[in-house]
């Protein structure tokens, strides 16, 4: 069975930094790429960050540009974000993902999903 474990979340003052962790088993997990994906109370999911299966290639949404940086160690089966600069805006659920991008339409499909970590950002 695919699991995916996201731990780290917390509540951290404005400007603060948090190091989410994901934990993949049940998969191959260095022949998938991976996406870090948040929702807001009453919000929609928002994609937040990017990694192809290998780590060489990193995508960032705007929201986070300059202030996340996604990573991934295959050898351990563990995705990372890195979150610095953090803003009450960034209060989520924050959820790790297997991505795989659907050529033909140039989208995206989001298939395994983990349980989630909480990020509150507040002081």
């Known amino acids: 069975e695919v699991q995916l474990q996201a731990s780290g979340g917390g509540l951290v003052q404005p400007g603060g930094s948090l190091r989410l962790s994901c934990a993949a088993s049940g998969f191959t997990f260095g022949s998938y790429d991976m996406s870090w994906v948040r929702q807001a109370p009453g919000k929609e999911p928002e994609w937040v960050s990017g990694i192809n299966s290998g780590g060489g290639n990193t995508y960032y949404g705007d929201s986070v540009k300059g202030r996340f940086t996604i990573s991934r160690d295959n050898a351990k089966n563990t995705l990372y974000l890195q979150m610095d600069s953090l803003k009450p805006e960034d209060t989520a659920v924050y959820y790790c993902?297997?991505?795989?991008?659907?050529?033909?339409?140039?989208?995206?499909?989001?298939?395994?999903w983990g349980q989630g970590t909480l990020v509150t950002v507040s002081s």
């Open positions: 993902s297997t991505t795989r991008p659907l050529y033909y339409s140039g989208s995206y499909c989001f298939d395994h």
